[in-house]
């Protein structure tokens, strides 16, 4: 018997029982079972945070780059442009490679190139070339963090309800966001050397978090290799919607994640450049206060996410009632997309900034709802086998909604921005009515356990 699974002594006594997970919990390739201390989850958590404050704490410095750099309002949009793109590989293949290799080297590798980026971005006040290239590994790191972290943690978390999970990996990652934008926003307003003392702070708070992952339990651990045309078989399967569930994914998930950060993309890159002029000096500050005013929005309306998703704050009769009723929560995420969006298209012309704030927090209290009610509907469609793969799809599908900035800046040139806006909430519209729609006409789907 493998030495986590033997008996305590009779005057031991822990604080609070471990979860084990058997080989039936993982794949085929799972030699043991794997026991969980409570607190397992912390440090992949901690994981997920850091990546999240290095791949925000980058945004509220736009205007930064602007004033200090030179750079003009498309290429400081292009750099979160070179973010996405970073982000796709990321979270298409390291949740599939994560499945198939174990988790935590995957997401070691992952915090190393998110403490990488930073050092990168060190180099970037007066040349585009370093911002180019540590937005994209930073985009990389975010995507490993956010398919291989969330689903580590949902592993971790067994024998709670799926719901807390998906709300402790989204909070993490929302915190690291909020708090990285907020550190940077202050540091480069405030503080010496405002194009480098930002990512020094990142990078000191990365550097132990590898050596804490690596005292995490496995929870998928390696299978025997094979070809590379059977990998790359393996890895199109694990990122394919199950059958059973591709409509509600469809109807459902696919209209509303591109608004998760389609939503913080208005928030905190379009609005600030919208009416910074009336904030004079204060722009880099104000641009902060926005960002962190969406994302506190959204950390505070999450567990809101999980009542309207099951009809019950917890425990088991909340996952037993959600039923039909799982469709409140998208439907609700995607109302309060349209009220923001229409506020952002309104604020274009009024160009208050306090209405700008309210617009802020109307946005980030729906990229709140949305990411968690996204990761609850994928942990239902999902198998033990495909949960990384989907999570990245997901996530994927979510932070298409972050190009809207440069497609906006791109096409700024021939049409105006409250016209440009405008569009932008008639298209909110209509992804409400497609969910609506979806979570009448489709049944939520259980994975197999």
Same mark, same amino acid.
């Given at each position: 018997?493998? /030495?986590?699974?033997?008996?305590?002594?009779?005057?031991?006594?822990?604080?609070?029982?471990?979860?084990?997970?058997?080989?039936?919990?993982?794949?085929?390739?799972?030699?043991?079972?794997?026991?969980?201390?409570?607190?397992?989850?912390?440090?992949?958590?901690?994981?997920?945070?850091?990546?999240?404050?290095?791949?925000?704490?980058?945004?509220?410095?736009?205007?930064?780059?602007?004033?200090?750099?030179?750079?003009?309002?498309?290429?400081?949009?292009?750099?979160?442009?070179?973010?996405?793109? @970073?982000?796709?590989? @990321?979270?298409?293949?390291? @949740?599939?490679?994560?499945?198939?290799?174990?988790?935590?080297?995957?997401?070691?590798?992952?915090?190393?190139?998110?403490?990488?980026?930073?050092?990168?971005?060190?180099?970037?006040?007066?040349?585009?070339?370093?911002?180019?290239?540590?937005?994209?590994?930073?985009?990389? &790191?975010?995507?490993?963090?956010?398919?291989?972290?969330?689903?580590?943690?949902?592993?971790?978390?067994?024998?709670?309800?799926?719901?807390?999970?998906?709300?402790?990996?989204?909070?993490?990652?929302? &915190?690291?966001? @909020?708090?990285?934008?907020?550190?940077?926003?202050?540091?480069?307003?405030?503080?010496?050397?405002?194009?480098?003392?930002?990512?020094?702070?990142?990078?000191?708070?990365?550097?132990?978090?590898?050596?804490?992952?690596? +005292?995490?339990?496995?929870? +998928?651990? &390696?299978?025997?290799?094979?070809?590379?045309? /059977?990998?790359?078989?393996?890895?199109?399967?694990?990122?394919?919607?199950?059958?059973?569930?591709?409509?509600?994914?469809?109807?459902?998930?696919?209209?509303?994640?591109?608004?998760?950060?389609?939503?913080?993309?208005?928030?905190?890159?379009?609005?600030?450049?919208?009416?910074?002029?009336?904030?004079?000096?204060?722009?880099?500050?104000?641009?902060?206060?926005?960002?962190?005013?969406?994302?506190?929005?959204?950390?505070?309306?999450?567990?809101?996410?999980?009542?309207?998703?099951?009809?019950?704050?917890?425990?088991?009769?909340?996952?037993?009632?959600?039923?039909?009723?799982?469709?409140?929560?998208?439907?609700?995420?995607?109302?309060?997309?349209?009220?923001?969006?229409?506020?952002?298209?309104?604020?274009?012309?009024?160009?208050?900034?306090?209405?700008?704030?309210?617009?802020?927090?109307?946005?980030?209290?729906?990229?709140?709802?949305?990411?968690?009610?996204?990761?609850?509907?994928?942990?239902?469609?999902?198998?033990?086998?495909?949960?990384?793969?989907?999570?990245?799809?997901?996530?994927?599908?979510?932070?298409?909604?972050?190009?809207?900035? !440069?497609?906006?800046?791109?096409?700024?040139?021939?049409?105006?921005?409250?016209?440009?806006?405008?569009?932008?909430?008639? &298209?909110?519209?209509?992804?409400?009515?497609?969910?609506? !729609?979806?979570?009448?006409?489709?049944?939520?789907?259980?994975?197999?356990?």
């Amino acid at each position: 018997m493998p /030495e986590t699974q033997r008996m305590p002594e009779p005057r031991q006594a822990a604080p609070k029982p471990a979860v084990t997970l058997s080989p039936a919990a993982h794949s085929p390739g799972a030699l043991s079972p794997v026991t969980l201390s409570p607190g397992a989850w912390r440090a992949v958590a901690a994981a997920m945070f850091a990546a999240g404050w290095g791949g925000n704490q980058f945004t509220p410095l736009l205007l930064m780059y602007r004033r200090l750099g030179g750079y003009s309002a498309l290429s400081v949009d292009a750099f979160l442009g070179a973010y996405v793109v @970073g982000l796709v590989p @990321g979270l298409l293949l390291a @949740g599939p490679v994560s499945d198939r290799r174990g988790r935590r080297p995957v997401l070691v590798a992952g915090t190393v190139a998110s403490a990488v980026a930073s050092l990168v971005l060190c180099f970037g006040g007066h040349s585009a070339w370093p911002i180019y290239a540590g937005r994209l590994i930073t985009g990389f &790191a975010v995507g490993i963090a956010m398919s291989v972290g969330s689903s580590w943690v949902k592993e971790l978390s067994s024998g709670t309800d799926g719901g807390l999970a998906a709300r402790r990996a989204a909070l993490c990652q929302t &915190a690291g966001f @909020g708090l990285g934008a907020g550190i940077a926003g202050v540091l480069a307003q405030w503080g010496p050397w405002p194009m480098v003392s930002p990512y020094a702070v990142h990078i000191l708070l990365t550097a132990a978090i590898p050596v804490l992952l690596l +005292r995490v339990p496995e929870t +998928r651990p &390696a299978r025997a290799g094979g070809s590379v045309r /059977e990998l790359l078989g393996a890895l199109a399967d694990d990122l394919r919607v199950p059958a059973p569930a591709r409509r509600r994914f469809r109807l459902v998930v696919l209209p509303m994640a591109p608004w998760v950060f389609g939503a913080a993309g208005l928030a905190y890159a379009v609005t600030p450049q919208l009416v910074g002029f009336r904030v004079g000096d204060w722009g880099l500050a104000y641009a902060t206060g926005l960002t962190v005013l969406t994302l506190g929005t959204g950390v505070a309306v999450q567990p809101v996410a999980r009542w309207l998703h099951s009809g019950k704050r917890n425990g088991a009769a909340g996952d037993r009632a959600a039923g039909s009723r799982t469709g409140r929560a998208p439907i609700a995420a995607m109302a309060v997309m349209l009220l923001g969006a229409a506020l952002c298209a309104a604020n274009a012309v009024l160009l208050s900034p306090w209405l700008a704030a309210v617009t802020a927090a109307a946005l980030g209290a729906g990229y709140g709802i949305a990411v968690v009610s996204g990761l609850l509907e994928i942990q239902r469609m999902a198998g033990p086998d495909d949960l990384a793969g989907l999570t990245g799809v997901y996530y994927m599908l979510a932070y298409a909604g972050f190009l809207l900035p !440069t497609v906006l800046a791109g096409l700024s040139s021939w049409l105006s921005y409250p016209v440009m806006l405008a569009a932008v909430a008639a &298209a909110a519209l209509v992804c409400l009515g497609l969910v609506v !729609t979806g979570a009448r006409v489709t049944e939520p789907t259980t994975p197999a356990r």
